[in-house]
């Protein structure tokens, strides 16, 4: 069976440009999870990509993060307790209470109760899809341990702020799967 002439490789160096950014793109995403992968194409890690693309965006800005993420770190860094890390888990787990309470190593009725101190204090209805993939979003762009409590109620800072990454699959700061 012959190669149509439209299915031959163009010789000509025609999207090698494009092969070599999707090299690149694929590449940084796999030495950004650590060696958890080792081959991937570009199709592969296409939004894992978007998300590093984001916090890139996000830290030349100096964007921070903002509303109920914001007002959790600031309760968190106050009060030394583990709102924000409840409030991951429960987004890991997909709402789970039994599942996030396993990864959160507490007991289910604690962490019901510290899941109402997460809508109390973050202000955040946990129940609205927009506002679970806002909170989520800035989680994953601004995890937990990557800022101050006075970056976290600042609109600006002087520095970009320093990103740590742990996309789909791999455990944030303090949720081990």
């Known amino acids: 069976m012959r190669r149509s002439e439209s299915a031959r490789p163009q010789l000509d160096g025609s999207g090698l440009s494009s ?18 992968r080792r081959v991937a194409t570009a199709e592969d890690v ?6 590093l693309d984001l916090a890139d965006l996000a830290a030349a800005r100096g964007d921070v993060a903002t509303g109920p993420v914001a007002r959790l770190l600031d309760y968190d860094a106050r009060h030394h307790s583990q709102l924000v890390h409840t409030l991951s888990c429960w987004l890991d787990a997909f709402g789970d209470v039994g599942a996030a309470s396993a990864t959160a190593d507490v007991h289910p009725n604690t962490f019901r109760y510290r899941l109402r101190r997460v809508a109390e204090v973050g202000e955040i209805n946990l129940d609205d899809p ?4 806002a909170a ?8 937990p341990g990557t800022m101050s409590r006075s970056t976290a109620t600042s609109q600006h800072t002087s520095a970009p702020l320093k990103h740590h990454l742990k ?11």
Do not use: K, N, W, Y
């Open 46 to 51: 296409h939004i894992d990509a978007l998300m």
């Open 130 to 133: 927009g506002e679970r993939f």
């Open 167 to 177: 996309i789909r699959g791999t455990p944030r700061i303090g949720c081990v799967a």
């Open 19 to 36: 092969s070599r950014d999707g090299a690149d793109r694929a590449m940084r995403v796999l030495l950004a999870h650590g060696g958890a």
């Open 136 to 143: 989520m979003l800035q989680l994953r762009l601004h995890p």
